[in-house]
T-cell receptor, first 110, second 117 residues
Framework: GQQVMQIPQYQHVQEGEDFTTYCNSS?????IQWYKQRPGGHPVFLIQ?????EVKKQKRLTFQFGEAKKNSSLHITATQTTDVGTYFC??????????FGKGTRLHILP | EAGVAQSPRYKIIEKRQSVAFWCNPI?????LYWYQQILGQGPKLLIQ????????DSQLPKDRFSAERLKGVDSTLKIQPAKLEDSAVYLC???????????????FGPGTRLLVL
C-alpha cells in the first residue's frame, strides 16, 4: 500500500540556522499538505501543493513539490524559537487515501 | 469562526470497557475525518465522511471501532471493547468539501486523549 516516509525524525538546530524536512511517497500523489503540531497541540494546516514542481513561500518557509509528485520538502530559513514543533506532510494518493508521514520534530537550541 | 469541538478532552478507561468520542465540525463543512495519533507518530486516518456518507474507512478496525454521522453534522466515534493499544489521541478534523474545494484545508479539533489501563 501507499507509504509516506518523512526524514529526519528529529532535528536539533541552533536558533538562526536553517532547517529542512523531506517527505517521500511510494506512489504518485494528487496533492500534498504540510501541517505543524506544537507540543501538546493539534495539527495546524500550513499549505497545500498540487502541481508538479510547485514552489510556495510563506515568509521564512519554502515548500516544494517534486516533478514526479512523489516527494516534497519544507525549508525554514533562520529558525526562531516559535518554529519549535513537529512538522507533518500528508499525501493524498491517486486512490484519494490520505496518509500522514511520521513527522519531523524540530527542536531549537537557544 | 468557531473551530472544531471535541469532547471529552481526556478519558481513562480499563481494557474491555467501551468509550465514545464526540465531534462537532466547523459549521458548513461537508467533510469530517477521525484520526488516531499514537504518541510519537503521525495521525492515522480512521474514517472520512462526506456529509453523512462514508468515503473511506479502510483503516478503521471494524471489529471494535464504529463511527457515525447521522445528520451530516456531528459525529461520534466508539470503541468497544477497548484494548491497551488503543491508547492514543483521537483527532477530529473537518474541511469544506474534500471533493470540490481546491483547498482541502483540514481544521483539527483539540483531540481526545485516551488512556486504556
Amino acid at each position: 500500500g501507499q507509504q509516506v516516509m518523512q526524514i529526519p525524525q528529529y532535528q536539533h538546530v541552533q536558533e538562526g540556522e536553517d532547517f529542512t524536512t523531506y517527505c517521500n511517497s511510494s506512489t504518485t500523489l494528487s496533492n500534498i499538505q504540510w501541517y505543524k503540531q506544537r507540543p501538546g497541540g493539534h495539527p495546524v494546516f500550513l499549505i497545500q501543493l498540487v502541481k508538479s514542481g510547485e514552489v510556495k513561500k510563506q515568509k521564512r518557509l519554502t515548500f516544494q513539490f517534486g516533478e514526479a509528485k512523489k516527494n516534497s520538502s519544507l525549508h525554514i530559513t533562520a529558525t526562531q524559537t516559535t518554529d519549535v514543533g513537529t512538522y507533518f506532510c500528508a499525501g493524498r494518493g491517486r486512490d484519494d487515501k490520505i496518509i500522514f508521514g511520521k513527522g519531523t520534530r524540530l527542536h531549537i537550541l537557544p | 469562526e468557531a473551530g472544531v469541538a471535541q469532547s471529552p478532552r481526556y478519558k481513562i478507561i480499563e481494557k474491555r470497557q467501551s468509550v465514545a468520542f464526540w465531534c462537532n465540525p466547523i459549521s458548513g463543512h461537508a467533510t469530517l475525518y477521525w484520526y488516531q495519533q499514537i504518541l510519537g507518530q503521525g495521525p492515522k486516518l480512521l474514517i472520512q465522511f462526506q456529509n453523512n456518507g462514508v468515503v473511506d474507512d479502510s483503516q478503521l478496525p471494524k471489529d471494535r471501532f464504529s463511527a457515525e454521522r447521522l445528520k451530516g453534522v456531528d459525529s461520534t466515534l466508539k470503541i468497544q471493547p477497548a484494548k491497551l493499544e488503543d491508547s492514543a489521541v483521537y483527532l477530529c478534523a473537518s474541511s469544506q468539501d474534500a471533493w470540490t474545494s481546491p483547498q482541502e484545508t483540514q481544521y483539527f479539533g483539540p483531540g481526545t486523549r485516551l488512556l486504556v489501563l
